[in-house]
């Protein structure tokens, strides 16, 4: 199957500080990338979804200042989380779609744990 | 709309069988089915796209009812390796290919 790869897979910061997670696709073009984010024991939630080239589209209740998503190439989308705070703490995972149409899997990155100190 | 999982959990004796269900209140496009470790991505098991579909994968299978407004993971003669949360991601039509997550059902089979 096709790899996305997600780095880095732990990262810690210090308050206010901002921290980039990138999601590569290695082996297909990912038209569509999604970002989610995860609190332990519970489901994904999305963030938003990005489309290579233009803005991405943020889920209500998602500060999209907050939570800068970038999807310059069809391999690579990031995801900076600015002036993060201890509440950023979390499990983001991205997953992202080739040119398929709605019955292609999703490719899931492989994670990465933020902890805000 | 989120699609509703049945049971939130299940413990399972190694060699049992165990049902999960996932459940929309309207006709999907798709259904996707994933199991994730603790700690890690999740990983795909199979998508159903029509109604009456059913797909095998090992020990694994999944159907789709006729009217596609439910799924059901089939997981029979369950292993240690299969203990996990077990995730249904449903599409609807004209959603942009988003997938709508289930809170997840989990799975731990022991000795």
């Known amino acids: 199957g096709a790899v996305v790869s997600q780095h880095p897979s732990r990262v810690i910061c210090k308050s206010g500080t901002s921290v980039k997670i990138e999601c590569r696709s290695l082996?297909?073009?990912?038209?569509?990338m999604f970002w989610y984010r995860q609190f332990p024991k519970q489901s994904l939630m999305l963030m938003a979804t990005?489309?290579?080239?233009?803005?991405?589209?943020?889920e209500q209740g998602v500060e999209k200042d907050k939570f800068l998503i970038n999807h310059a190439s069809l391999t690579l989308s990031t995801l900076t989380v600015t002036s993060a705070h201890p509440e950023d703490s979390s499990f983001y995972i991205c997953?992202?779609?080739?040119?398929?149409?709605?019955?292609?899997?999703?490719?899931f990155g492989q994670g990465t744990r933020l902890t805000v100190v | 709309q989120q699609p509703v999982q049945s049971p939130q959990a299940v413990i399972l004796r190694e060699g049992e069988d165990a049902v999960i269900n996932c459940s929309s209140s309207?006709?999907?496009?798709?259904v996707h089915w994933y199991r994730q470790k603790h700690g890690e991505a999740p990983v795909f098991l199979m998508i159903?796209?029509?109604g009456g579909e059913q797909k095998g994968h090992e020990k694994i299978s999944a159907s789709f009812n006729e009217k596609k407004q439910q799924s059901s993971l089939y997981l029979t003669a369950s292993q240690l390796s299969y203990s996990g949360t077990y995730f249904c991601?449903?599409?609807?039509?004209?959603?942009?290919?988003?997938?709508?997550w289930g809170l997840g059902t989990s799975l731990a089979v022991n000795p």
């Open positions: 997953s992202a779609s080739s040119r398929g149409g709605m019955n292609t899997e999703a490719f």
């Open positions: 082996d297909f073009q990912a038209t569509t």
């Open positions: 990005s489309n290579e080239g233009s803005k991405a589209t943020y």
């Open positions: 309207k006709a999907l496009y798709s």
């Open positions: 159903l796209l029509k």
């Open positions: 991601g449903t599409r609807n039509a004209g959603n942009n290919r988003k997938l709508i």
